[in-house]
């Protein structure tokens, strides 16, 4: 440490100011040889020696830090008028920039206000020109909502300048919701129109039924009433047997048995030919008019045996 403080002396302007530091630096190499090492403090002898290092390893370090302070006093006067003086000088450019920084701000602000105001007013056309399709969609059947969902395809965000982006994103929101809102009316319309033919299946199955079941209480009336009149007829003359007619008699023969039938009311093949036909549809009244115009020949290509059913 003495050759860097004598080359801060020669070189340094203010080198010679390191004199009394370099002696006490020359010094160092006796202090380090003569109190380097510890003694041990526990001894009588130890102990003696300890204290009288301390005391002047003390001297030279409170020596030297006096001498630090000295040397370098005039150096912090100065260092502490030239920050008063540059405060100074500080403090009045400072009031210099102060009405231009505050102009600037003034206008920073106003700026930043019309940006804002154009910003919002901008807001409000996405939400009236855009986000309004939403508001339309409401309760739109699905051909309504696919021409709605063609016309929000088409929407422009191309002058929306600082919110293009966010007028972008809610061009996507409101298509994409459409679709949804699309796809649903749709699958509803199909559950709705398949409920109404069911529906209408079911209604068209109850009348055939109820239709059905009056012609099968009528059938059943009309039985009930020729029984009862049955139970009433007188009984059946008995008839003489005859020899039998030739096959040029047998068309009237069939007519007489025809006629026979009918005359008795048994349950026979006219009874039997007029409850098939109610079953295949008709009523009371048509079954017995088309089992009479069998019976007349007024039917072709029909015949029936007199065999009871």
């Given amino acids: 440490m003495a050759d860097t403080a004598e080359q801060l002396q020669d070189q340094e302007p203010y080198g010679h100011e390191l004199a009394e530091l370099t002696r006490v630096d020359k010094a160092l190499a006796e202090l380090r040889a003569k109190h380097g090492n510890v003694p ?25 830090d006096k001498a630090r302070l000295a040397i370098t006093k005039p150096h912090r006067d100065f260092v502490e008028k030239a920050n008063n003086y540059g405060k100074a000088l500080i403090g009045e450019i400072e ?35 855009i986000t309004s399709y939403l508001d339309t969609a409401q309760g739109l059947d699905s051909s309504a909502l696919a021409d709605l969902h063609e016309q929000a395809e088409s929407i422009s965000t191309a ?17 994409h919701a459409i679709g949804d809102m699309h796809a649903a009316a ?16 079911k209604r068209r199955m109850q009348e055939q039924e109820a239709a059905r079941e009056a012609e099968r209480a ?3 009336e009309l039985r009930r009433f020729k029984a009862e009149q049955e139970s009433q007829a007188p009984p059946e003359p008995t008839v003489t047997a005859g020899p039998e007619p030739s096959e040029a008699d047998t068309s009237w023969a069939d007519e007489e048995d025809w006629g026979a039938t009918a ?32 019976f007349d020949g007024d039917v072709r290509h029909v015949a029936f045996d007199n065999d009871d059913a």
Avoid: F
């Avoid at 982006?165 to 809610?170: L, W």
């Fill in 40 to 64: 041990d403090y526990s001894t009588a002898d130890g102990y003696k020696a300890g204290k009288a290092s301390i005391k002047e390893l003390t001297g030279y370090r409170t020596g030297t």
């Fill in 95 to 129: 009031k210099l920039e102060r009405p231009h920084r505050d102009a600037k701000q003034a206008a920073d602000e106003a700026e930043q206000r019309k940006k804002e105001e154009r910003i919002a007013q901008l807001r409000q056309r996405i939400a009236r020109d």
């Fill in 159 to 175: 002058d929306y300048y600082d919110v293009t982006g966010e007028a972008e994103d809610e061009r996507a929101r409101v298509i």
């Fill in 186 to 201: 749709l699958e509803r319309e199909q559950l709705a129109a398949e409920q109404a033919r069911i529906n209408e299946e």
């Fill in 218 to 220: 009528e059938l059943e």
């Fill in 263 to 294: 005359a008795t009311g048994s349950e026979s093949n006219w009874d039997a030919a007029r409850a098939d036909l109610i079953d295949a549809g008709l009523d009371w009244q048509s079954a017995e008019t088309a089992v009479q115009a069998i």
